[in-house]
């Protein structure tokens, strides 16, 4: 069973930077296009960053955020620079929406800016 761990939240300052990891384990992540989702309270998650045949960005993180991966570590990686209150959520790392089938969430990363 694929099981994915997200870490690298935390609380940041308006401007700073964080780098979210996401470690999976039970499947191969150089095989598959993966995404990175945030959902804040009160909100539905959305895709913010996906990394597969190209790379794509929502309008609201593009140019800030960037997303990578370490194959040899099956490990996906968020790097998040100039970040805004905006930005607080739980981040969470799955399969794209486009692949019509999510894995099993992970508990997720907390990230807090303040201003």
């Known amino acids: 069973q694929v099981q994915l761990v997200e870490s690298g939240g935390g609380l940041v300052q308006a401007g700073g930077s964080l780098r979210l990891s996401c470690a999976a384990s039970?499947?191969?992540?150089?095989?598959?296009?993966m995404g990175w989702y945030r959902q804040a309270p009160g909100k539905q998650r959305e895709l913010v960053a996906e990394?597969?045949?190209?790379?794509r960005y929502a309008d609201s993180v593009k140019g800030r955020f960037t997303i990578s991966r370490d194959n040899a570590q099956n490990t996906l990686y968020l790097q998040m620079n100039s970040l805004k209150p905006e930005d607080t959520a739980v981040y969470f790392c799955?399969?794209?929406?486009?692949?019509?089938?999510?894995?099993?969430w992970g508990q997720g990363t907390q990230v807090t800016v303040s201003l």
């Open positions: 799955n399969l794209p929406s486009w692949y019509g089938t999510k894995w099993p």
């Open positions: 990394s597969g045949g190209s790379t």
């Open positions: 039970g499947t191969t992540l150089s095989k598959h296009a």
